[in-house]
């Protein structure tokens, strides 16, 4: 077992230490959601991520354990890990999660059954997790609902991190509640954003692109509608109520959205 941060480092480097891996495992248990087997996965430590939106970012994957993402999806047992999203696309509806499961989840996914994550309290000390994270910007669930495993992950996590991002739809339910201080509730409507504000959460909402702002929003500096004006790596707007700062909204960037207006 790996016992200082230095050779974690190193083996997440890949650099002389056999076997390498290529991040680590943060939850395997089950669902907060229904109780079915999931994981959490954060990858991107030692190296950046590519996204052009979010900047360097430790990148978190939640995802059923026993099947693999693009098949969950097509199911609908991603409901271990999104919930009650209404992006899901078992519900059909006109706006679609922008996140393509058949290409980083799956990824990920596989990896994890390869055995290609180390393994807190197996592969190294799991008290080296808040210094392994320390001074990095955190993407609390780049695929699936943070709400999924227990907030108590995400708090040891994320304890020493430079700045993190977050963002929830289970803010009306218990297993929501311990991540009022870490994530944005994810509003689908005006009527959510204040129904959030009311129980005490800052919101996050994607809008149509002819719908107006609230007036107790603004848009992501982050966001093509923005300039682009920074990246969420540096941001630090999305860490929910642990800040005092207005909602966020952001246009639809879907892949239904940016198809129906294509055809337009």
């Known amino acids: 077992m790996i016992k200082t941060i230095d050779t974690l480092r190193r083996a997440l480097m890949r650099r002389g230490i056999l076997p390498g891996f290529s991040g680590v495992v943060l939850y395997d248990g089950p669902s907060r959601i229904d109780g079915a087997p999931i994981v959490a996965i954060a990858c991107r430590i030692a190296d950046a991520s590519v996204n052009s939106k979010t900047g360097a970012m430790v990148q978190t994957f939640i995802m059923r354990r026993d099947i693999a993402p693009h ?75 943070p709400a999924a495993i227990p907030a108590a992950v995400w708090k040891t996590a994320t304890r020493r991190v430079k700045n993190r991002t977050g963002y929830t739809h289970q803010w009306r339910k218990k297993i929501g509640a311990g991540l009022k201080g870490l994530c944005m509730a994810s509003a689908d409507s005006e009527s959510d954003v204040a129904d959030a504000t009311a129980r005490g959460w800052r919101t996050f909402r994607v809008r149509k692109h002819d719908a107006p702002t609230l007036a107790t929003e603004s848009v992501c500096p982050a966001s093509k509608e923005a300039g682009q004006r920074t990246q969420c790596d540096t941001c630090g707007l999305c860490q929910g109520a642990k800040i005092s700062a207005r909602n966020i909204v952001i246009a639809d960037h879907g892949l239904m959205d940016s198809r129906r207006r294509a055809v337009a």
């Open 71 to 145: 098949k969950a999806l097509k199911t609908g047992d991603d409901s271990s890990v999104c919930g009650d999203c209404k992006l899901r696309p078992i519900y059909k509806g006109a706006t679609r999660c922008y996140v393509r499961v058949y290409q980083a989840p799956l990824s990920v996914w596989n990896a994890f059954h390869r055995g290609r994550y180390a393994v807190p309290g197996v592969d190294f000390d799991a008290a080296l997790l808040p210094e392994l994270f320390a001074g990095l910007s955190f993407r609390i669930g780049s695929y699936g609902d």
